[in-house]
């Protein structure tokens, strides 16, 4: 791997118990990338996600992570559910637990951590928020919360899982603009699964296109001009 690679997936294919969901996948994650991913219900959106964050073994080729992935460098925004939303905790208590990776064996969270935990509400607009209970807030300020959470872990790497699902349109404006900031400002790299690809290829620099008659990736400017996308496009206009 070169230096400035965060993840690169070789002749990957991913699936389940045997049965392929994705094959032959090539893809390079680059430090300060913005890769949007989009595709059908169903295409492997997810399943991909999983690859990337190691939860899933690919059942051929090989993923490879850089050093500081490895160490855990990566934030991840699942998709919410119902019951998440529902979450009995404090605003702080929430974005705090996403340094739990960086605990180790330690029992307590070090005062490095809690004030990483503070930074981000503060870097995310949540800190008057902080000693909220998280169930009583918006879908907005719930995602906000989440995306503070997020960054606690990651220095290096975003991904997201369809962030603004649920979120009005201002909302989802917001946080388009918090990514974009994340990324331009601050060189996060970022990975998005989305269905609103309108909204998001304004910031995306790179789409990846799961589709059934295959993978397309290329930047935003080429998938726009490509058959797949000018597809994709008119089917959700
Ligand atoms: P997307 O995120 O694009 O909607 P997914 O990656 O969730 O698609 O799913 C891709 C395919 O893999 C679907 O056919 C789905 O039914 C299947 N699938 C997803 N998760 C599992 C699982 N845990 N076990 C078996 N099949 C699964």
Do not use: W
């Amino acid at each position: 791997m070169t230096p400035r690679e965060l993840i690169v997936c070789r002749d990957v294919s991913l699936g389940y118990e045997g049965q392929c969901v994705l094959s032959h996948l090539d893809l390079t994650i680059r430090e300060g990338d913005y890769l949007c991913v989009v595709g059908d219900n169903g295409s492997g959106k997810s399943t991909l996600i999983r690859g990337l964050l190691g939860l899933l073994p690919p059942l051929s080729g090989e993923i490879c992570r850089s050093k500081e992935l490895m160490e855990g460098a990566v934030g991840y925004l699942p998709q919410q559910t119902r019951a998440q939303r529902d979450f009995p905790a404090t605003v702080y208590e929430v974005v705090l637990s996403g340094c739990l990776n960086g605990r180790k064996n330690r029992f307590f969270y070090t005062a490095a951590q809690k004030s990483a935990a503070m930074m981000n509400l503060g870097k995310l607009g949540v800190l008057e928020l902080k000693d909220q209970c998280y169930r009583d807030l918006s879908g907005g300020q719930q995602q906000r919360v989440l995306l503070a959470r997020a960054l606690c872990a990651a220095s290096r790497l975003l991904i997201l899982d369809e962030p603004i699902t649920g979120l009005d349109p201002a909302a989802a404006q917001d946080l388009y603009k918090t990514l974009r900031y994340l990324n331009e400002k601050e060189g996060m790299a970022i990975v998005m699964v989305t269905h609103d690809l309108k909204t998001a290829l304004g910031s995306a620099r790179t789409v990846l296109h799961i589709g059934r008659s295959g993978v397309f990736c290329g930047t935003t400017a080429e998938y726009l001009s490509s058959p797949q996308g000018r597809r994709f496009q008119e089917a959700q206009s």
